[in-house]
């Protein structure tokens, strides 16, 4: 697990760091532009984030993207409510957060490790509900936008193919991350149980008369807890497809497909420089025309 965890935590800041400070992986990767939003004039992978960009858009003095607000309201709770001028959903901002978490720091001192953790909990929804809902209220509100699609994709996976109306993708991502889900706790459980056995049989106060010796079950408490760390990564690589996708689709969203394709071939002379001043004869070739 800790070699997982050595893996996945630079990816995992990479994309916290990178789709939430700007939102699109690259603004101009299509030539033609398909958002009129005055905020998104700058290209995002050469200014990832500015703390000044960010705080001159919360007091309203210009706009910012919606990548700047997300990655910004991360860290400065309700941030997105305030550019977008929800003030009055603050009090339950604050009171949702702050509220349920210092409930779940009582009850811990208190003892009560349960009920701390189920306040715990309730602080993370009410973080996770403060930041979509910055996402929904953003604005302008032009349809498709990259930002939102790639943003809602990593709030709740499927949700940006559900924005982008590509519905038909959603048993593919989450067949992969559920299943992935599945493998993971049965390869979890398995791993559990031979680490339990092996500990078992190199234990010298218990009696070790098991059919299973400590070398086999060393072995396979070895393989279920590589396979345990696959369907891990099989999660992750389910989830950050998904963002991916909803992000490049978000783009591609207005491409127009017509059916009236049409190819015409002609006949046609291609003089070139001084020909005729020289005498010399044009060049004949055939012309190949292409309507789309």
């Not at 990832?48 to 003095?61: A, P, Q, R, V, Y």
């Not at 210009?62 to 959903?89: C, E, P």
């Not at 017509?258 to 006949?267: H, R, T």
């Not at 420089?273 to 309507?291: C, I, N, R, V």
């Amino acid at each position: 697990m800790k070699r997982l965890l050595r893996i996945l935590l630079p990816l995992l800041l990479a994309l916290v760091a990178g789709i939430p400070a700007h939102a699109q992986f690259k603004e101009e990767a299509f030539s033609q532009s398909y958002n009129d939003d005055p905020a998104d004039s700058k290209d995002s992978v050469d200014v990832l984030f500015s703390f000044k960009d960010f705080f001159g858009g919360i007091s309203h003095k210009h706009d910012i993207k919606i990548g700047v607000m997300f990655a910004g309201s991360t860290v400065f709770l309700g941030s997105s409510q305030i550019y977008n001028r929800d003030y009055w959903k603050l009090p339950l901002v604050y009171g949702g957060i702050l509220g349920t978490a210092g409930m779940g720091v009582y009850q811990n001192m208190q003892g009560n490790h349960d009920a701390a953790k189920w306040w715990f909990v309730g602080a993370g929804a009410a973080y996770w509900a403060t930041l979509m809902d910055g996402v929904i209220s953003y604005r302008p509100n032009d349809y498709p936008h990259h930002g939102k699609a790639t943003l809602y994709a990593v709030l709740v996976p499927g949700l940006g193919q559900i924005y982008n109306h590509e519905t038909w993708k959603l048993p593919l991502y989450w067949g992969i991350m559920a299943g992935g889900a599945h493998f993971y706790f049965l390869n979890r459980t398995n791993y559990l149980r031979f680490q339990r056995i092996y500990r078992e049989m190199t234990d010298d106060d218990a009696s070790n008369d098991g059919p299973i010796s400590a070398e086999r079950a060393l072995y396979y408490r070895n393989l279920y807890r590589r396979y345990r760390d696959y369907s891990l990564l099989t999660i992750f690589a389910g989830y950050l497809l998904q963002v991916i996708d909803a992000n490049v689709f978000s783009y591609m969203h207005d491409f127009s497909v017509s059916d009236d394709l049409a190819i015409k071939v002609s006949p046609t002379v291609m003089p070139t420089g001084a020909t005729y001043a020289l005498g010399q004869s044009p060049a004949f070739g055939m012309h190949f025309g292409l309507t789309f």
